[in-house]
């Protein structure tokens, strides 16, 4: 399949939605992720659920995919691909719409999406208790297996106790949704 013929760039999309063309843009990525930083006018259906929630789509609008970088939305058409033939990407994604300059709308206090943030701890915790374990004592590899087991028990159970921390904490916290041209990302 030719890859150019199935996507758009930022410039081509918002040229699309100043014209006020019919177009539904529909953000693949996580709710978390999504409230971080989106389109506007996006709305948000993950990438697990597009199957699902084939009725959320307009057939009367042209579909246009977006996630972060557009991987998640590549593959989002592929599946999408005998139901939905018109369905196009964003090329780069919501960090390339940012990077070009056009408005992003956060309804978080923070521009890191619950996951990233979980990947972030965890990642940090399991070289911790891996340098502890070979520089102090054996005894700190129970550390690396605790957050193994976690990691396992939220990939089986869809269920992460820490991002349900995260949840609570202020900065994840619903704000008010601010438009913003800052590419997504950047502390």
Request: overall charge neutral.
């Amino acid at each position: 399949m030719n890859r150019s013929m199935i996507t758009l760039t930022p410039n081509e999309l918002a040229n699309m939605i100043q014209q006020g063309e019919p177009i539904q843009v529909v953000d693949v990525r996580s709710p978390s992720e999504f409230a971080s930083g989106h389109i506007p006018t996006a709305i948000n259906i993950p990438m697990d659920e597009v199957e699902a929630r084939l009725s959320d789509l307009n057939p009367n609008e042209r579909l246009v995919l977006v996630c972060q970088m557009g991987d998640r939305a590549s593959i989002t058409c592929e599946l999408l691909r005998d139901k939905r033939s018109d369905a196009k990407v964003l090329e780069g994604g919501t960090d390339a719409w940012a990077s070009a300059g056009h408005e992003i709308v956060r309804s978080t206090r923070t521009r890191w999406s619950i996951e990233r943030q979980v990947r972030l701890t965890v990642g940090l915790l399991i070289l911790l208790f891996s340098s502890l374990a070979i520089f102090v004592h054996p005894f700190w590899v129970f550390g690396t297996m605790f957050f193994g087991a976690g990691l396992t028990f939220a990939g089986l159970t869809n269920f992460c106790g820490m991002a349900a921390l995260y949840s609570l904490m202020p900065w994840n916290r619903p704000a008010s949704p601010r438009k913003e041209t800052q590419k997504l990302g950047a502390a």
